[in-house]
């Protein structure tokens, strides 16, 4: 691994892996690679693209893939990604239940008094 201020590379066995988009942030910068995904066919072309059959999911495995969003949210994913959804509605979800239900257990204002006076 090697790089400077403008990218990172990894070399791994004459491949070369070059980070040289920069996302800059409030505390700095991120090196990320925008990368293609080739698919390998039975005789051996290499396809540009996946076939669309692979693409075709449910609504709540594409919500789960995708970090949980909102029903709405995650059709809006799956078509800029190229998926097919299968018809049906998301339905509650458990991890997301249970995500909420921890949030509401937090208590959202101490019961210990306010600081009156600066102490040394």
């Given at each position: 691994m090697h790089g400077d201020h403008d990218n990172i590379t990894l070399t791994k066995e004459g491949m070369d892996v070059k980070f040289d988009m920069k996302i800059h942030g409030n505390r700095g910068a991120v090196c990320a690679a925008c990368m293609q995904r080739n698919v390998v066919t039975e005789a051996g072309a290499v396809a540009a693209e996946m076939p669309t059959e692979d693409l075709k999911m449910s609504v709540k495995v594409a919500h789960g893939k995708?970090?949980?969003?909102?029903?709405?949210?995650?059709?809006?994913?799956?078509?800029?990604?190229?998926?097919?959804?299968?018809?049906?509605?998301?339905?509650?979800?458990?991890?997301?239940?249970?995500?909420?239900?921890?949030?509401?257990?937090?208590?959202?204002?101490?019961?210990?008094?306010?600081?009156?006076?600066?102490?040394n």
């Open positions: 995708f970090g949980h969003p909102s029903e709405e949210l995650t059709r809006k994913i799956a078509k800029a990604l190229g998926h097919t959804m299968a018809r049906g509605n998301l339905g509650p979800c458990e991890d997301c239940a249970i995500s909420k239900s921890k949030q509401k257990n937090i208590p959202k204002e101490s019961d210990m008094p306010k600081a009156t006076k600066k102490e």
